[in-house]
Structure formats: C-alpha cells, structure tokens
C-alpha cells in the first residue's frame, strides 16, 4: 500500500490529510496519508526516514517549504522559481520538489487570462510563488504593493512588473480586475494591509488566508459587490496539484469541499 505524508511544525492543524484521504476514497486508491511533526534542525532525518520507508510522496509546509530544498535531487521550475517547495514527488528513490502553491490558486481563478490587471499585495515568500505563476500564465499587466517598497521592486523586477506603494494602490484601485492578498496581516487581527475602496462587481479580490475565512480585506470586497474567494481555494489547488503529480489524477475539488470542509 502507498502512502504520503505532510511535513510541519506544527501540523496537527493541516487539512491536508483529510484532503488526501477523501480523494484516494473517491478514486478507489489504496493509499493513506500522515502528518508528521518535524522538529527543527531534524529535517534531514525525517526526509531520510520517509526514504527509507518508502513514502510515495509529500508535502512540505511551513515552516520547512525553503529549508526542504537541499535534501531534494531535483527541482522542477515552479520551485526553482519560487525558491520554495510544497510538494516532494518519490521517484524510484529520486526525490522531486514542486512548488503547486502558485499554480494552484490560480487553476481556481475563473476567467484568468493574459490581458486581465492584476494586483498583488505582499512581496514576501507566499507572494513570490503566485507571481511566478502569474509569470507563466503571461498576465501581461502586473502590479505589485508592498509595505516594504524595496521587496516589491525586487519582485516586479524580476517578474517584468511595476511595484506601487499601498498608497499608490489606494489610488489606481479601481482599474485592477484581479486582486491577490498574499500577507499574514488579517489572520491575527481583523485588519487589512491596505484600504482598498471602490471595488465593483466586475472585480475579483482573493485573498491566501482561510482562517478566519473571511479578512477584514474580503469583507470589503464583498460589502462593495466584488466575487471574493478566500484562502481555501489555495489549499484545495495546491492539494489537487499535488494528488495529479503523485497518482495520475487531477481531482473533483469541489467533491472535496463538499466532504472536508462543509462539516
Ligand atoms: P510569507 O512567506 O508568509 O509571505 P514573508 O516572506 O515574511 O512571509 O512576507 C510577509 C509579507 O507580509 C510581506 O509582504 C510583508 O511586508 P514587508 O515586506 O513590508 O515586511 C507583509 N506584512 C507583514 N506584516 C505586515 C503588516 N503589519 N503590514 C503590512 N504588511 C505586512
């Protein structure tokens, strides 16, 4: 029998487990999927032991997704380019990182094409994986924000972007159709990193957060008519991503939805 883990610290939070579980159900494949809390300084050890016993596959979360890298033998380029990895392919002994975060938010993001205006908030690791993914579906207008101005310059440099101040954001808001929050700011406190005001209906605010499932930055976007979507279809994407490279199968996230995450 196959099996997969997760890698974290801590883990007992992760949803991916149930995740994975209700998939192989769903697909009829006979594998199971653990969580395991890596303490820090034993990420060798624990990679080694998976090896060792045969693990098929496996996530990587916070906070190893960069420290994981050295003890892969290959890397694809979505985590080349995001210097992070979420996902670890076994190959006949071969471990294969992927980075499925970017890529995943966006398989969710309905009507995404090349000429739509794009505006990023953060410049930090979770930024840099859903630019990067932007890169290579060839979003031709990108913008990014950062508190930091200096990071965000870093990042649209490299990604052929222009980087704006929050003010800056404030100011041209109206005329971006996809908004993407990638900070941490909103998960402790009911505030948002930037006073975003004049959305409509014709825009879509995400925002990579899904506890609490809405923001202060989403409620906005509601109250205001934009389509929101929040933290959870990021979850699912990459989740799904991940199934696809370790079996073959791209899954029915919405079946998933329906059986994790409605109870
Ligand atoms: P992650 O890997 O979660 O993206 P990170 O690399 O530390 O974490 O990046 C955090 C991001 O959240 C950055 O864009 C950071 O802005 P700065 O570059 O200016 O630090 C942003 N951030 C964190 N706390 C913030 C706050 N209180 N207000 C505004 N932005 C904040």
Not at 54 to 66: A, D, I, L, M, Q
Not at 102 to 112: E, F, M, P, Q, Y
Not at 128 to 139: D, F, P, S, T, Y
Request: proline share 4%; with cysteine; charged share 20%.
């Amino acid at each position: 029998k196959k099996w997969y883990a997760v890698l974290g610290h801590p883990i007992h939070h992760s949803i991916s487990p149930r995740m994975h579980e209700a998939w192989f159900q769903k697909y009829n494949i006979e594998a199971s999927y653990v969580p395991i809390l890596v303490k820090p300084g034993e990420l060798e050890k624990a990679v080694d032991s998976l090896k060792l016993l045969g693990c098929s596959g496996f996530n990587v979360t916070v906070p190893y997704k960069e420290e994981i890298i050295p003890f892969l033998n290959e890397l694809d380029v979505s985590a080349k380019v995001a210097g992070a990895v979420n996902t670890v392919v076994n190959r006949d002994g071969q471990l294969i990182g992927h980075n499925t975060d970017g890529r995943g938010l966006l398989a969710n993001i309905s009507g995404l094409s090349e000429e739509k205006r794009v505006l990023v908030i953060g410049a930090g690791g979770a930024a840099k994986g859903i630019v990067a993914a932007l890169k290579e579906r060839h979003i031709r207008t990108l913008f990014i924000a950062n508190r930091t101005l200096e990071k965000a310059v870093q990042l649209a440099e490299w990604a052929s972007g222009t980087a704006i101040t929050y003010s800056q954001a404030e100011d041209m808001f109206s005329t971006f159709d996809i908004v993407i929050q990638t900070t941490s700011v909103g998960m402790e406190e009911d505030i948002s990193p930037v006073n975003l005001k004049g959305w409509h209906p014709s825009m879509t605010a995400i925002d990579i957060i899904y506890s609490p499932p809405e923001t202060a930055f989403l409620r906005q976007a509601r109250e205001e008519g934009a389509f929101t979507m929040n933290g959870l279809s990021m979850l699912i994407g990459q989740g799904a991503l991940a199934f696809e490279l370790w079996t073959g199968i791209y899954p029915d996230q919405d079946y998933c939805k329906k059986t994790v995450f409605s109870s």
